[in-house]
């Protein structure tokens, strides 16, 4: 099934995964068409939780793929498929500009042709299946050092905060 999917001119895998290392977010989603790989892209973000990470990578990679000419079937394979629920999930979540901006895609997806259409697979990074073992070994061997590592740390940055209101209260009042 993988191989059909993976050949058809039509269809688009975005293989999509995500790490964090000392509060350094990494997300990695690779965009395939016909077995070739098309589009690979990288981000970083601090302090970030690991879920909207995830959420982002698809965010990303559905992009990307909705902008892609003759594509009628998007394949978004993922080892978070409890984060790609959030995408549908019209509960109160803080991930929700995340999901609008994914439902936003889909639908000029849909509506370029009622025909197309979009599956989330579930790939565990433990399978090593070909695919998203390369991105699962990409998201987790990148080295990424702050320019200050003293300044953005967590603390650091409620320091900082507080001390901005402190002064701010000082001249008011």
Not at 19 to 40: E, G, P, R, W, Y
Request: glycine residues 2%; proline residues 3%; contains cysteine.
């Amino acid at each position: 099934m993988v191989l059909r999917n993976s050949s058809d001119p039509n269809t688009t895998l975005v293989i999509t995964d995500a790490s964090i290392k000392n509060d350094i977010a990494m997300s990695i989603s690779h965009i395939h068409l016909a077995n070739c790989s098309l589009i690979k892209t990288v981000h970083h973000a601090f302090f970030v939780m690991s879920s909207e990470v995830e959420l982002f990578t698809i965010r990303c990679g559905i992009n990307q793929a909705c902008s892609l000419n003759n594509v009628s079937k998007i394949v978004i394979v993922t080892d978070s498929i409890h984060v790609a629920k959030k995408i549908f999930d019209i509960g109160s979540h803080p991930f929700q500009i995340h999901s609008a901006v994914i439902l936003n895609n889909l639908r000029n997806f849909f509506i370029a042709n009622d025909s197309n259409s979009i599956e989330f697979w579930e790939c565990p990074s433990r399978l090593k299946w070909r695919f998203h073992h390369e991105v699962d070994k990409d998201s987790k061997s990148f080295v990424v050092t702050p320019s200050y590592p003293s300044k953005t740390s967590w603390e650091f940055c409620k320091k900082s905060n507080s001390n901005e209101l402190i002064k701010l209260w000082k001249i008011t009042f």
